[in-house]
């Protein structure tokens, strides 16, 4: 049996349009890279916090993945700052403060994971697809529940 290929509009719908915030540029550039050529996504890269909140204030996007320790505002009063505002999109944190108190913060203040830096590239994808679809399912979970 022949398996049929995935059509343009298929492709299309599968992308992630994500919203890079990352102060240092070759941290920025490889994320970057690793997800649109490995990971297939759309990625906008900004590179502080300010950044961040005007971009995903403007903007649709699908994810948010957002560096902590960033000039002008750091990853949490950014991430604070969205959600304060109404912004609904996921937020992941990407760094390299890993303590299991860091990621507690991250948690409270409102996203829905992290993932450590210095990460490798080539599966950097596959982390964010794990933490948004343990997100899905927890949402799922609670909509059955509610």
């Known amino acids: ?3 049929q290929l995935p059509t343009q509009q298929e492709k299309e719908s599968r992308l992630v349009k994500i919203l890079l915030a990352e102060d240092d540029p070759s941290i920025g550039i490889v994320a970057k890279l690793s997800l649109e050529k490995i990971g297939g996504h759309v990625v906008t890269l900004v590179t502080d916090g300010a950044q961040a909140i005007v ?3 403007e ?3 699908d994810l948010l993945l957002l560096d902590s320790m960033m000039p002008k505002k750091d990853g949490l009063t950014a991430c604070q700052e969205l959600l304060a505002s109404g912004f ?3 937020i992941i944190f990407l760094s390299a403060k890993s303590s299991e108190m860091d990621i507690k913060e ?3 203040a409102g996203a829905i994971g992290s993932i450590q830096k210095p990460f490798d590239p080539k599966n950097l994808h596959q982390k964010i697809d794990e933490i948004l679809i343990r997100h899905k399912d927890h ?3 609670e ?3 509610a």
């Open 106 to 108: 991250f948690l409270r």
């Open 143 to 145: 909509r059955r529940t």
């Open 1 to 3: 049996m022949d398996e």
């Open 139 to 141: 949402q799922e979970r």
């Open 59 to 61: 903007e649709n996007f």
């Open 55 to 57: 971009r995903g204030l």
């Open 88 to 90: 609904e999109t996921p």
